[in-house]
């Protein structure tokens, strides 16, 4: 079966850090731009990061510029997203995200195959 699961969300405090990782079961996600995007309660789901196959080309989006980063570890058929100094509006629930090709899109209808998602909470 071919899936993504990620895992490490959970509750922390205003400027802590936490991180998430994607992996690839059934498949090999070595080929494959990652994407991470995250759905805030009321609110659409948007993007937050994505790396291509090799590594190589990554995006952020603005808000989280300088706070997170990804990475990916092909040899465990993982994509990690290292949050830190995180913020009350980092509060969603995150899903990491397949394209089946080796560049990032900003167009979520690209990605074929997602995770289930993992809750982040940012709370005091």
């Known amino acids: 079966q071919v899936q993504l699961v990620e895992s490490g969300g959970g509750l922390v405090q205003p400027g802590g850090s936490l991180r998430l990782s994607c992996a690839a079961s059934?498949?090999?996600?070595?080929?494959?731009?990652i994407g991470w995007f995250r759905q805030a309660p009321g609110k659409e789901r948007e993007g937050v990061s994505c790396?291509?196959?090799?590594?190589?080309?990554?995006y952020y989006e603005d808000s989280v510029k300088g706070r997170f980063t990804i990475s990916r570890d092909n040899a465990k058929n993982t994509v990690f997203l290292q949050m830190n100094s995180l913020k009350p509006e980092d509060t969603a629930v995150y899903y990491c995200?397949?394209?089946?090709?080796?560049?990032?899109?900003?167009?979520?209808?690209?990605?074929?195959?997602w995770g289930q998602g993992t809750q982040v909470t940012v709370s005091s």
């Open positions: 059934g498949f090999t996600l070595g080929r494959d731009a």
């Open positions: 995200a397949g394209r089946g090709t080796s560049s990032c899109s900003s167009s979520q209808g690209s990605y074929n195959y």
């Open positions: 790396i291509s196959s090799s590594g190589y080309t990554i």
